[in-house]
Every structure is written in structure tokens, then in C-alpha cells.
């Protein structure tokens, strides 16, 4: 294994072309550390053979693949035109009906997917259409059609989406199709399963509890996208501590709540994340033009530059690897960007919690052993952990210095695949007492190729093995 080790994950979407002979493996080669399954498209069929082809892989290779199975959500679409397309331009009057069959639109009206609208919006309301390419201004509502004048125009086609400016609409974030897909993803055996579209912590909680019925008991990652979410400090902390995992989703968000806030908003909502010990993904248009092309743009690099700076966990491919050229070749050129911004001071220093008290052993544990790490020559940190709490912990705090989470589980092996700074090994100790267990451990830690005879390690682990938040020492060992 290369002594280089990204800290920054890659999260990337399978799909047609991932399933080109071969393309799999050399993604995983690539640096490739979570799939991500997009329950919007495809069938249960297609959704099974993948992931069984990421395990077979992922063994094959020995490596930790996580996989995230990601919920469609409820779908705000307009319903489909005669003729497929038609074309507005600003000043035209045009009409959202639910009594408009659904194949039949025209230039005037077309009917709806979601008979929710008329219910949701008011006049003086702004629509915005194909992830705001046309902007609508809702003029009134008359029973269940919307008229609407065009603010800006352009070519509107088939089951285009509907966001309401500033947010509002009243779908659930779970549809009965979503939880036909928990139940394949109990089936597929999930690591991480993601929520569309959740406004409150109650939310999170219900699909929490709807994936833990259906023996799903895996991460639940929350997508940012609506304005709701963000609307107050207050609901953005309740659904952040709901979830194990927040997705900083800049499609659909920043259509609600417009581009221009997106920055900040990214930046903030990873260090309260961080804040509360959770993990966040930064998703949506990262390497785009690499759909089609052989390089990003100079501005894609910097924006998957400035993720990482930001403190993302990880940073996610869509399209890129789904239906593009070369998904490998895009891991891997993210891979490089991911790695150079990791060096930068801002990457690497942390304020983390150096104002508050620990309330926890574990918890101070891990951030004593961080602190020691960040002052003192070690290679790495060894954490021998049931459930990757502790690694979860300390990988919270910026540094350079690597994590090695050491599990008999596989479930932890995979789920901290999406901790940034956090790599998987197993290491059993079944019937080993603590001579054999550090044995064991010093060899996971030279195969990593991050530390040879004579250097300082930094060790951690509970008195008791097997039991769940039973980290309660640390230690500083030289590799024999």
C-alpha cells in the first residue's frame, strides 16, 4: 500500500458506466472508498449485482468499500408536453394544472406530478424549473391551476423539477417508494443510507426508524437541500443530531435559497458538523466537465480544492462516474486534488473543542491522543475500536497524522471508510492475549508502509476488548 494517504474520501456513484468490463476494479485501484447507489434510477436487480460486484471486488483487492444507498425522495415535476419540448420567454403567461392530462401539455399549461402546488404556493411566489434554468412568478391559484407569469424564459421539456424559492412545499421526505428501497437496502446490506430532502430532526428520526425495523441498522446520512433546513440555527443543529452523517447537497439548495449563499453555508454547516462529531459529504457538480472531458476546469479544482480546506470528510461524484468516460481516471484526478489541498496549514491545524470539557472517557481519550499526536513525533495512531466511535472522534480534530482503525467488525470496517483521515484493518483477537494483540497490531500498522522498525506509534484501546465505548487508554510504543 502506498505510504501517501489520502485523508479526504471519495464517494462515487455507480451506474452504466461503471459497469464497463473492468471499470469497477480499476475505480477501486483509483482510491475509490464509498459507492454510492442512486435509488432514482435503476432497479432492485441492477442495485444488487453492483454492490455484490464493490464486495467481490473490495475482497479481492483487500480493501473496505463503504456502501450508500441514497433514497430518491419525493419527486416536484411538472408532468410531460405533446410535442416533448416547448419554449417560453420572459413576459408569457403559463399555467401549472393538476386537471391538465398528464401527457398533453402545451405552450399555455402543462399538468402536475405533484398535486400538492396549488396547495403550497401563493401569488407574488417564485417557481424555479430545471434546477432554476426557467423562474416563474405566481400570479394566482384558482382551484388547482396555477397561473404564472415567465420572469425567465427558455426550452421547458418532460417531468422537469419544481423548487419554490425560499422553500415551503409540503411533500414528506419519505414516499411509499422510499421505503420499498429501505427494504432493498436492509437486503443489500448498507452501510450508509441517504435521506432526500429532510426539513427537521423528526424527519431523520423516522427514516432512522423505518431502516432499523426493516434490520437495516446502518448510518443515516441527511441531504441538505432544502431551504427549511437551513432556515435557523436550531433546525440545522436538531437534523445534524439526528444524523451520523450530513451531505452538503448544492443542487436543489441552492436552487431554493440561491447559489450566491452556497459558499457560506457550506463552510458553515461542515464545522458545525464537526462541531457535533458528525461526518459531512460534500456533493453536486465537483468534476462535472468530466463527464465528457479528459481535465476539470481550473475552477472545479479549486472547488474540490476548497471542500477539502473546508474539512469536508469526503467529496462525492455524481454523473461523473455514473455515466461518464473515464470514472477511474475522474477518482484519481480528484484523488490528486484531494491530497495537495491536504496539505495546507488550514487542513491540518484545529481549534476543535479547546475551549470545552469531555463528558466522556473514550471522548477525552481521543482528543488527548490527537493533541499528542499533533505535538509529538509519531507515524500514526493505531485505534483498536468495536464500533469506530473513538476513530470517529479523533478524526473530528485536523491533522496530517493517520488513523488506523482496527476492528474485528466488518460493519465498522466499512463504516469508517467515510472518516476523513480514517483507514479500515482487520485485526482479530479471538483467544490472543495483549502480547499477541500488540504483535498483531504493529504488523497492520507496517503493511499501511507508514511507519518502519524504530518509529513512535501511538496507540489506543480499552482495558476490555469487546466492549462498545470501552476506549480508555493510550499509549506511545516504538515498532519493534
Known sequence: MSTVLRRTKIVATLGPATDRNGELEKMIKAGLDVVRINMSHGNPTEHKGRVDAVRALAKKLDREV????DLQGPKIRIARFAEEKIFLEAGDLFSLDNNVDLNAGNQHEVGLTYKSLPYDVKP????????????????DVVGERVNCTVIVGGALSNNKGINLQGGGLSAAALTDKDKEDILTAAEMEADFLALSFPRSAEDVEYCRSLAQKAGLNCAIVSKIERA?????DATLDGIILASDVIMIARGDLGVEVGDAQLPALQKKMIKRARQLNRVTITATQMMETMIDNAIPTRAEVFDVANAVMDGSDAV??????????????????????????????????STHRIDESFTAVDETIAMAAM??????????IASLTESGNTALLMSRISSGIPIIALTPHVKTRRKVTLFRGVYPSLVSYEGLDDSNVRDIIMERIKSFGIAKQGDLVLLTRGETRGILGGTNSMEIVKIP
Open 316 to 349: 462525492m461524484l455524481s454523473g461523473e462516474t455514473a455515466t461518464g468516460k473515464s470514472p477511474s481516471l475522474v477518482i484519481q484526478t480528484m484523488g490528486n486534488i484531494c491530497h495537495e489541498a491536504e496539505k495546507s496549514r488550514t487542513s491540518r491545524e
Open 371 to 380: 493533541y499528542a499526536a499533533n505535538h509529538f513525533d509519531v507515524k500514526c
Open 124 to 139: 407574488g411566489n417564485r417557481l424555479l424549473l430545471d434546477d432554476g434554468r426557467l423562474v416563474f412568478e405566481v400570479i
Open 66 to 69: 463503504g456502501v450508500l444507498v
Open 228 to 232: 427549511e433546513a437551513v432556515a435557523d
